[in-house]
């Protein structure tokens, strides 16, 4: 998988995640006080990594997933950080070319942190590396192995309900079309800080809750997509001047939890989860549900599991992989 | 174009480069004193800034390019980086999972800092970011546009042929099958030096010279293709050990040369032009046109050009972007 070694930081309950201590999700979470167990996942590329962490209580320490990742530059502060470095160190040089370590202030070297606290087994699993394996899923392996699958694992997603019902981030909101069927909330994904439009990433989350994904849709599903496709590149040009033309709009498949949403990244962006054997252009399913109501009900498609997931133990099961 | 907002920290000698001050060279450089003339590109994921800047002389300043960029994690300093931070501050919260802005010291937070100093022209020209533009063409938009461009210039692909007729690369050969209309050659693309399997990258070449691109293909391709999927994947498993299951086998459209190939990448590696925006995977083209011959004759196809490019300023004097 393209984005295997790249941060994922969706949000995704598991089961369990809702057994935790409603306490520990509101006090201040103890950063300093954490005790490294283990590095889950390092992304070089992306200067990102996963920890497994533990925070010691009375007992046994709770466990917890801290996500580190180094921000992108931001241009207004880029002078400021040529002249304010602690330290410049000569590394190497080679006739016009030389390179040097360079040592920001604090204020100029933000890292990007994320925690979930408390975390389970399988949130810690799911930020494992992992290796990846291809899978083409015809729609009999949709029926029989998939869709039970899916079926049988009671995967919470209370937090895109807190959204819609304006419980949570309800400031973040860019653009509502109310339409309980064909209407939608657009909001900053948690992966961008909103600081620079170059990693522009938004998600687009349907009001209606009976749509699971890609699989799921039907030209019934036309004007709600169009909705997306239309409001949505309009929003986000009014709201950050960036233009449709500038934009790559798509959903997952496999989706990382099962209630429709659509993908906003800016194109320039090489946003992880965006190769193609995970992303699907909105414009284009928008066109095969045009030509053919029933195309995604037809077509194989194609997506990669890792090895820990259980939808791949499914198809092996079943001979499939 | 997915590779565009890539670092590219190739050093290639430019026309000019030699024609430096040899002083300059061998001089420390005065990055305090540089003025930052603008931006020339910057790469959100990859965490790094490209940066025209001028070091003031006697008379006018003399150009420096200058690159900064993020240095990932190291597993050693994680917990050190923990403990040390000088300012948390939370950003978001919603149920177990919150964000927050971690400030580390100078010593945990190196920029890698590339010079090239003097810079000619050329030098800058080649860091320049080139803005990238979304184009959805439909077929009437390539029968109008793109077709006539392509035959309007004299792409030369002559190292094709000589690959096909064993003029060059012949030792490099994987397999071939060798019927002029069904058959194919696969060879490493060049990109790809062999030595790890973790960047695998073949392309397959088609014997046969009347197939441009995609937009050409019909049902009558299909023996070619399913021929170029499952010798090339058998192909790949005895040469190089790896899997079907391990490999993303898609087409450009755009290509960048309009005879068609195919590629074949491993899957773990996250190779340039493997976005949604611009590939396409070969069972799903296949799918399509055992579905209908003429899919490819009727659907609009997205991908991305340059501002640089030709093909977008024929677009643009349609009235198309």
């Known amino acids: 998988m393209a984005e295997a070694p790249r ?3 969706k949000r995704e309950e598991e089961d369990g995640a809702a057994a935790h201590d409603g306490a520990a999700a509101t006090d201040p ?3 300093a006080e954490l005790r490294l167990r283990r590095v889950l996942r390092e992304s070089a590329r992306d200067k990102a990594v996963f920890l497994h962490g533990e925070v010691r209580g009375g ?7 801290v996500i580190l990742e180094k921000t992108p530059f931001q241009e207004e502060k880029v002078s400021e950080l040529l002249k304010k470095h602690t330290k410049l160190e000569l590394q190497m040089r080679n006739d016009i070319y030389s ?3 360079l040592y920001p202030p604090p204020e100029l070297s933000e890292i990007k942190t994320t925690v979930v606290y408390p975390a389970t087994e399988k949130h810690l699993q799911k930020y494992l590396r992992q290796e990846v394996h291809l899978i083409r899923e015809t729609w009999e392996d949709y029926k029989n192995i998939t869709l039970p699958f899916i079926q049988s694992q009671s995967f919470s997603i209370q ?6 019902e304006k419980k949570a981030e309800a400031d973040r909101i860019i ?10 909330v657009l909001v900053p994904d948690f992966k961008w800080n909103q600081n620079q439009l170059d990693d522009l990433y ?3 989350l349907v ?7 890609l699989r799921d849709l039907t030209a019934e599903h036309l004007p709600l997509l169009r909705n997306i496709l239309q409001e949505g590149t309009e929003a986000v040009a009014k709201r950050f001047g960036v233009p449709g033309s500038q934009l790559r709009i798509y959903l997952h498949y496999q989706p990382s939890y099962y209630h429709l949403h659509v993908h906003f990244t800016a194109l320039g962006y090489d946003a992880p989860g965006s190769s193609v054997e995970r992303a699907h252009l909105l414009a284009d399913v928008i066109d095969n549900l045009a030509m053919d109501s029933m195309y995604y009900q037809k077509r194989a498609l194609t997506f990669t599991l890792r090895a820990d997931e259980l939808l791949l133990k499914k198809f092996q099961e079943a001979g499939r992989v």
């Open 99 to 101: 390179t040097y370590h």
């Open 159 to 164: 937090w895109v309900y807190n959204i819609l």
């Open 29 to 31: 979470f103890p950063l």
């Open 7 to 9: 941060t994922k930081r």
């Open 175 to 184: 653009h509502e079309n109310p339409d309980p069927c064909n209407g939608f």
């Open 207 to 213: 009001h209606r809750r009976d749509v699971k994904s």
């Open 59 to 65: 007992g046994d320490g709770t466990d917890a997933v």
């Open 202 to 204: 938004l998600i687009a």
